[in-house]
């Protein structure tokens, strides 16, 4: 099993350029989430899917798009991308029954990306 | 406010010493999640452990312990025997509730243990 994979590693933009980040997972997991990391600040969420088909807003959701269109594939979309959006960005899945615990994230290896 | 504080920025502990890394929490839900991830200087993050708000039960897996207590609502990680494998950025996480969606990290301690 792969596990979390993401596409790019690194990238870097202009500001104003789009583009998207791609998380696939191997582990059959209905949840997926996308987080930045920036120095000093850990993890933030920034979107998550609860299942193919539905996203919903994390902590700091301004300035970014998601899409799940399939359940092993959750997509990060910059529509105009800012010297802000300069940041890691971590994909993580989870298996989550619909009622019961919370497990834990299981975490892709990262883009890094810069926003001149 | 924070829900999860790390206090310690960085510690640097000689090699074969024991380090503890504080962890505390804040939450008014009675059930919740504490999870400890290790972020290795190749810089995926590594989940360690799982901790559910019912379960104050201590846990040692290795070298590896970790100290729930619900009173003083902190949940401390202790690295015993400290190698220099060990050095890392540790982050502490809570989730809220069942099933729950999101994970609020502390800000992390970087452990560098020195030969």
């Known amino acids: 099993n792969a596990g979390v994979t993401q596409t790019p590693k690194f990238r870097v933009l202009k500001t104003g350029q789009s583009m998207t980040l791609l998380c696939a997972q191997d582990m059959n997991h209905e949840y997926m989430y996308w987080y930045r990391q920036d120095p000093g600040m850990g993890l933030r969420l920034i979107h998550y899917?609860?299942?193919?088909?539905?996203?919903a807003k994390g902590e700091v959701p301004d300035g970014y798009n998601v899409s799940r269109l399939k359940k092993q594939n959750f997509l990060l979309g910059l529509e105009s991308a800012a010297p802000s959006q300069t940041s890691v960005y971590f994909c993580a899945s989870s298996y989550s029954p619909r009622q019961g615990p919370t497990y834990e994230q299981y975490f892709g290896p990262g883009t890094r990306l810069t926003v001149t | 406010a924070q829900k999860v504080t790390q206090a310690q920025t960085e510690i640097s502990v000689v090699e074969k010493e024991d380090v503890t890394l504080d962890c505390v929490y804040e939450?008014?839900?009675?059930?919740?999640?504490l999870f400890w991830y290790k972020q290795p200087p190749s810089g995926e993050l590594v989940f360690l452990i799982r901790r559910n708000s019912f379960d104050e039960q201590n846990e040692i897996s290795g070298r590896y312990s970790w100290n729930f207590q619900k009173s003083t609502s902190s949940f401390n990680f202790t690295i015993t025997a400290s190698q220099v494998v060990d050095s890392a950025v540790y982050f502490c996480a809570l989730s809220e509730g069942e099933g729950a969606n999101n994970l609020f990290f502390g800000t992390g301690t970087r452990l560098t243990v020195i030969p």
């Open positions: 899917s609860v299942g193919e088909g539905t996203t």
């Open positions: 939450t008014r839900d009675t059930t919740y999640y």
